[in-house]
Structure formats: structure tokens, C-alpha cells
T-cell receptor, first 115, second 114 residues
């Protein structure tokens, strides 16, 4: 079965420091991977995706993610964290096990950036 | 603002009742998805429609049903509600049914069953 795992429930980082939010996946075939962010009382906002090509993907708000096929990982990164980056982050993989194109989400990682 | 509109934002209802959640996708998007977010289950895919036709089903209970209308808006109907149905229900839309296109989410409807 296809799945994604976010091994950390919470990540704490100081403002100005680099941040990494981890994601590993398990799929048969080539994965389509996505990162979304959810702010309190808001919907999910798309950050970036990996479909094919360059393993380093750049997205919104200065975020980037590195696709690593050998480690089946798709970690989200940012060189310098902002307090406003504090939110809930979801990694997701496209579910190709059925006719549709729904996403399978990880459980989410809460990022807390302190000033 | 994602361009996906969901109404109502909040809904409080009693057990055994029926409710309808409404979603208007982004202009031009043909595909609509419904997801349920709860503390214990996380984000779960319920159902997908594409241009009026059901495309895929996820973990949707038989008490729940959905449809997509000719103007592409969608409704999720929840009946015989139970306490455990309390959750945040999201609608998302995407322009195609292709696997490489991202979906854009509405702000959700928070359903509380009492």
C-alpha cells in the first residue's frame, strides 16, 4: 500500500536557523510528492511538488524540498526560519491505486519557530 | 485565498440528523475532492468527482454521499450523524484529473455533532 510517514510530531527551531521537516514515502513506481501547510483555522495551502526532474524542488515562501529516491525521502527545508512559518505541515503522495488522483497525507508535523 | 469556497464554515447539529456541506471549486477546475480531518484519523480522502462523474472513493461511510452538479459545485451529504462524525471537512479542486496537478483547498467546514 502507498503511504507517507512524518516521523516527527513537532519540530522546534529558532528564528533565523535552518529548518527541516522530514517525510518518507512508500509507493510502487515513481512517486508524485507534495507538501502542504495548514495555518490555524485555515485550509491547506500548496507549497511545492515533485513529479519528475531535478531532485531539489523550490516552492512558495522560500521553502524547498529534496527528493531522495534511494532513501525514499522528501524532506522540506528552509535556509532561515521565520516565526510566521509556525504551522502544521503535511507531506502527501498521489494515490495511484485507484482510478482517481487523491492524495494520501502523512499525519502532519507541527513546526514551532521561536523568536 | 485559494479560490475554493466552502459553506457553511461552522455547523452544529444533533446526533441522527442530516447535513449538507457545499463547495464551489476554483474557476475552471473540473475535479473536486472531499477530505475529512479529525484528530485521531488525520486527513482522510472521502471521494472525488470529475466533471460531474464520480472518479474515486476513499474511506467514505455509506451514510455519506456526494454529488457534483453541472455548474461544477459539489455537495457532501452526511446523514444519521454520530458523535464521531465531528470533524473538519475540506473540499479541494484541481484543474484536471492528471496526477501531476496540485489541488487547492477550501477553508473547511467544521462540523460538531452533539
Amino acid at each position: 500500500a502507498q503511504s507517507v510517514a512524518q516521523p516527527e510530531d513537532q519540530v522546534n527551531v529558532a528564528e533565523g536557523n535552518p529548518l527541516t521537516v522530514k517525510c518518507t514515502y512508500s509507493v510502487s513506481g515513481n512517486p508524485y510528492l507534495f507538501w502542504y501547510v495548514q495555518y490555524p483555522n485555515r485550509g491547506l495551502q500548496f507549497l511545492l511538488k515533485y513529479i519528475t526532474g531535478d531532485n531539489l524542488v523550490k516552492g512558495s515562501y522560500g521553502f524547498e524540498a529534496e527528493f531522495n529516491k534511494s532513501q525514499t525521502s522528501f524532506h522540506l527545508k528552509k535556509p532561515s526560519a521565520l516565526v510566521s512559518d509556525s504551522a502544521l505541515y503535511f507531506c502527501a503522495v498521489r494515490d495511484f491505486n485507484q482510478a482517481g488522483t487523491a492524495l494520501i497525507f502523512g499525519k502532519g508535523t507541527t513546526l514551532s519557530v521561536s523568536s | 485565498d485559494s479560490g475554493v469556497t466552502q459553506t457553511p464554515k461552522h455547523l452544529i447539529t444533533a446526533t441522527g440528523q442530516r447535513v449538507t456541506l457545499r463547495c464551489s471549486p476554483r474557476s475552471g477546475d473540473l475535479s473536486v475532492y472531499w477530505y475529512q480531518q479529525s484528530l485521531d484519523q488525520g486527513l482522510q480522502f472521502l471521494i472525488q468527482y470529475y466533471n460531474g462523474e464520480e472518479r474515486a472513493k476513499g474511506n467514505i461511510l455509506e451514510r455519506f454521499s456526494a454529488q457534483q452538479f453541472p455548474d461544477l459545485h459539489s455537495e457532501l451529504n452526511l446523514s444519521s450523524l454520530e458523535l464521531g462524525d465531528s470533524a473538519l471537512y475540506f473540499c479541494a479542486s484541481s484543474v484536471t484529473v492528471g496526477g501531476n496537478t496540485e489541488a487547492f483547498f477550501g477553508q473547511g467546514t467544521r462540523l460538531t455533532v452533539v
